[in-house]
Structures are given as C-alpha cells and as structure tokens.
C-alpha cells in the first residue's frame, strides 16, 4: 500500500525551542493532508487540514501562530511547533489524502513529542 | 454530545472469544465509516470499511445502521494479536476524518 513517512519519529526538546516535523507521501501524490494530535488514552484530534498550495484550514482551538504548517508541495508537508511547552507533548500523526478520497489516505507512523 | 462515542472498554476475552464493539455518531450527514485499529505507540491502520449491507472480512464484520447512526465490529475466535485498540471513524462529507476514542481489546491465552 502507499506509504507515508514523518520525521523525526521521536524528539525530546527544552521549554521555548521549536520543532519541525515533515510528513511525505512516498509514492502518491497527496492533495490533502492532515495533521492529527493524540494525548495519552484520548482520540486523535484533527488540528488542521492542508492543501497543496493554499493555507491551512486549522479546527477550533488550534493556535494557527503556534503550530505552523506548510504544504509546500504534493508529497510534503511540515508541522512547526513554534515555542513548545509541555503542555505540547503529544503524538502527532500526519495523514495524507490522494484523487481516491478517503479510501487513499493514509497514515504516517507519528511523531513523539516530548517537551521538556 | 461528542461526534464519535464508543465503550473504552478494557474489553478482556480468551482466545477463541467472540468480542463485539459498538459506536455512536453524531452526524447524520456522515458518509464513510471505518473501523480502525491502533497499536500502542503506533499510527492507526484501517481494518476494514463499515456499510449498511455489512461486510466481512475473514474473523471480522462489521454494521451499520444509519437511521441509528450505530456503528459495530464483531471479531469472532479471537487471536492474541488482536489485541490492540479499535477506533471507530466517521467521515462527514468528505473532509477529515472523525476518531472515536477507541475501545481496547485484550486477547489472552
């Protein structure tokens, strides 16, 4: 199946940096992509949707100045934590959608986020 | 209400139980329907699509009933791989995807 990669995998931080973290389609050209968060035994919560060249459409909620995103292109897109606290410290999942619709998305394999 | 509501479980069965899990959605306009499993620690892979004429898929089916917008995934003679959690998904018209909470399964032997 398609595969969808996202680095770093695991990052461990200081209060006050900010982190980058890259979401790609390997093998497909993604027009959609979407950025999920997921706290310890809770659900994964949409934070924003991407498309290709335009600006992210962020859910409510969701500082847009603080998690920057970037859709620079069909097979990329970048998540930055600006500032991390640890309040921020989650799993963050990067889903990428094809033409097929949601019967061709997929799923990175997720980013630990550990702010110290 | 939340959009997606399921029994957190932990749902704990010896192999070769039959184990069922149910889901509630909000929407009514939602269009797909998925059932989801997800590893610890790891992203959420798609098990299979739900629709309202049921469908199979060797150990596992699932229903839908959209006039109760119930939602329901049945794995008979469990395995011990299946433990995991089972996240039930939504997708209302098109956009991103809606996730249960999950319901966690504990296959033992």
């Known amino acids: 199946g398609a595969v969808v990669s996202q680095h770093p995998s695991r990052v461990i931080c200081k209060s006050g940096t900010s982190v980058k973290i890259e979401c790609r389609s390997l093998d497909f050209q993604a027009t959609t992509m979407f950025w999920y968060r997921q706290f310890p035994k809770q659900s994964l919560m949409l934070m924003a949707t991407?498309?290709?060249?335009?600006?992210?459409?962020?859910e409510q909620g969701v500082e847009k100045d603080k998690f920057l995103i970037n859709h620079a292109s069909l097979t990329l897109s970048t998540l930055t934590v600006t500032s991390a606290h640890p309040e921020d410290s989650s799993f963050y999942i990067c889903?990428?959608?094809?033409?097929?619709?949601?019967?061709?998305?997929?799923f990175g394999p997720g980013t630990r986020l550990t702010v110290l | 209400r939340k959009e997606v509501e399921q029994d957190p479980g932990p749902f704990n069965v010896p192999e070769g139980a039959t184990v069922a899990f149910n889901c509630t959605y909000s929407n009514s306009a939602s269009q797909s329907f998925f059932w989801y499993r997800q590893d610890c620690r790891k992203e959420p892979k798609l098990l299979m699509s739900v629709y309202s004429s049921g469908n199979e898929d060797g150990r596992f089916t699932a229903q839908l009933n959209r006039a109760s917008q119930y939602i329901s995934l049945l794995i008979r003679d469990s395995k011990l791989s299946d433990s995991a959690t089972y996240l039930c998904v939504v997708n209302p018209a098109g956009t991103a995807l809606i996730f249960g909470k999950g319901t966690t399964l504990s296959v033992s032997s």
């Open positions: 991407s498309n290709e060249g335009s600006k992210a459409t962020y």
């Open positions: 889903s990428a959608r094809g033409e097929g619709g949601v019967r061709t998305q997929y």
